[in-house]
């Protein structure tokens, strides 16, 4: 009888193993005069890096795992921090990090860092310019996907991290896995990006630049002088409205909302919310603008657009037959995807399959758009789990 | 990889693995489940690729640790340089191919050696079949009726002959087999291979 409790408690236990406790941690580098030059030619110091690790580094230090994320991720990927309750929100990629998943911190050490020019924790336009004791504001300089990749070069250097068994990003956060190949193809044993592309279209550019002029043209923007005052929360909020359409996909938006009304049952013939469709975006807007900052918008999304692996990469070694890199990677697309659509993710796939790059490619089938990879699926974690698996083995 | 013991392969895999030289590069085209890269793989430690248009199948194969691509293989190899491979395998998908000799003109730009292993549409099971009861016939090799086959090609051994020779490529290596239930089980035919074999197993190489 005990013996039967004893396996049946370490079966639940297994089942539901405890929240994965991690820690927001800093990391600060480019002290004046030491300052680190950006892509652009400026030079920006000191530099703070929010990061956050879950899982061990082994003393060969050859099991991490860098996670890059997206536009408007942060550096908690996974888990509760130290002092929330059992039942807070985890991190944006739960159900893909943690012990024994897709990701398992029971063997690979996990770095996820907040990305330059962001507002969690990292220098961004929000953060004090020394040089004025202001924050920056436009002042800040224009950073670029390169510039996040070396910040984060810079933390796993404090880290002593040389090599990485796997980059991992979706969205702007696989941008940031392929400059990764890039510039330090050495460190790398494989990258997964997922969800993205070697350059925006025009498609994906129009919507940034919709996104951008509906925060500029809300007069509490000032010019991005508003720390202090009234945030333009109006325009940040329709900016995340537009991001939300284009994230989902006609299908998810038919299943989800359809032309149902929200709390009604006739039209209110008037500007409120009538549709369901309009009370989501409503909400999915206020409830960004509690967490973002409207300048770190304007200059991630200008980062992702430029952003251009195609005109870079022609004379690059990862693009270049004559060039070995045994980097193994796995690029994952999305049917619904029409934001980076699958086309996008095919002209990576041609360009590193003619460099004779040992590559893997799946297009997963989902109604939800681009955002399906930071939906729970266990075929994306068996996937990623496979083939960092097949790295290891 | 888990399949270090072939017997639980498709005999026609087994003898194509056979004929695979150790370390060499492969390309898999139509590779289901990735049984015969996973055992070239650990087995011969060839560098391997499959290319494989299921979704579900192509997502077992790399999170089995393969490099696989999903995709319609006829477009899929377009993009490899020239030379790419040592042995590019098709098997079993040949009948299934809508331009067969496009594809075996893409192939031996990149690969030295393509290996084809395709059923014998002139199997005398088949044969008598047509004769007697004059329907579309069906074997365990073939089970489908004429509107749901995939298998768009009806091939004959002596056809693929012909064909090898016509798109330009030289026959360096001819097996015929029979195989029982599940394929799993099988063994050679010596003589009158286009009427008794199951299948014919083929690799050719560009004149």
Not at chain 1, 129 to 139: C, D, F, H, I, V
Not at chain 1, 250 to 270: H, T, V
Not at chain 2, 117 to 136: D, E, T
Request: charge should be negative; include cysteine.
């Amino acid at each position: 009888m005990a013996t039967t409790e004893k396996t049946m408690t370490a079966k639940i236990e297994k089942v539901c193993p405890p929240p994965l406790r991690v820690e927001k941690q800093y990391f600060t580098f480019a002290e004046p005069p030491d300052k680190m030059t950006l892509e652009s030619g400026a030079r920006l110091g000191p530099v703070t890096i929010a990061y956050e690790t879950l899982g061990k580094l082994t003393p060969a230090r050859d099991n991490a795992v860098l996670i890059t994320h997206a536009f408007s991720g942060n550096s908690h990927v996974a888990g509760l921090y130290k002092d929330e309750p059992e039942n807070a929100r985890p991190g944006w990629w739960d159900s893909m990090v943690g012990p024994g998943k897709g990701i398992d911190t029971d063997r690979f050490f996990v770095i996820c860092s907040n990305i330059l020019g962001s507002c969690s924790g990292t220098t961004g336009p929000s953060s004090i310019n020394p040089a004025t004791g202001k924050p920056y504001g436009l002042e800040f300089p224009m950073v670029t996907i390169g510039d996040m990749v070396n910040a984060q070069k810079a933390l796993l250097d404090h880290l002593g991290i040389e090599q990485l068994v796997s980059v991992i990003g979706g969205s702007v956060g696989g941008m940031q896995t392929l400059e990764w190949c890039v510039r330090y193809p050495k460190m790398i044993r494989s990258a997964i990006p997922i969800a993205t592309t070697m350059r925006h279209s025009a498609l994906a550019i129009a919507f940034n630049e919709v996104a951008r002029q509906a925060i500029m043209a809300d007069p509490n923007w000032q010019n991005g002088n508003y720390y202090g005052s009234t945030a333009p929360n109006t325009g940040l909020a329709v900016a995340r409205m537009i991001g939300h359409v284009t994230y989902l996909s006609d299908q998810a938006m038919r299943r989800k909302f359809g032309r149902r009304l929200q709390d009604k049952k006739d039209f209110s013939f008037g500007f409120d919310v009538d549709f369901q469709v309009e009370s989501y975006l409503r909400y999915q807007g206020s409830k960004f603008v509690q967490r973002f900052d409207a300048n770190s918008l304007l200059y991630i999304t200008k980062a992702s657009d430029y952003f251009d692996l195609v005109e870079r990469a022609v004379n690059h070694e990862l693009f270049r037959p004559d060039e070995p890199t045994d980097i193994k990677f796995l690029v994952i697309s999305y049917t619904s995807d029409w934001l980076y659509p699958t086309y996008q993710a095919k002209e990576l796939l041609q360009a590193l399959k003619r460099a004779g790059r040992n590559v893997s490619f799946c297009e997963i089938e989902a109604d939800c758009g681009h955002d399906a990879f930071l939906i729970p699926d266990e075929r994306l974690n068996n996937l990623v789990g496979g083939f960092i698996d097949g790295i290891v083995r | 990889m888990e399949l270090s013991d072939n017997t639980l392969m498709r005999y026609d895999l087994r003898i194509i693995a056979s004929w695979i030289e150790k370390e060499s590069r492969v390309l898999d085209l139509g590779c289901g489940n990735g049984d015969l890269l996973a055992w070239l793989t650990a087995d011969k430690r060839v560098r391997g690729t499959g290319i494989e248009q299921n979704k579900e199948k192509a997502a077992a194969c790399i999170a089995r640790g393969l490099s696989v691509l999903q995709g319609d293989l006829n477009t899929e190899v377009e993009d490899y340089p020239d030379h790419s491979f040592d042995y590019v395998i098709l098997s079993q998908t040949l009948q299934q191919v809508y331009e067969p000799a496009a594809l075996l003109h893409s192939l031996s730009r990149i690969g030295r050696q393509v290996i084809v292993s395709f059923p014998n549409f002139s199997h005398y099971s088949i044969r008598l079949q047509l004769l007697f009861k004059g329907l579309a016939p069906k074997n365990e090799q073939l089970p489908y009726s004429w509107y749901d086959s995939p298998n768009i090609r009806v091939i004959t051994l002596a056809d693929f002959r012909k064909f090898a020779g016509d798109v330009g490529y030289t026959i360096v290596k001819e097996v015929a087999i029979n195989t029982d239930h599940h394929d799993l089980q099988g063994h050679t035919v010596h003589w009158m291979t286009n009427l008794r074999a199951c299948y014919g197993i083929f690799a050719i190489e560009k004149k």
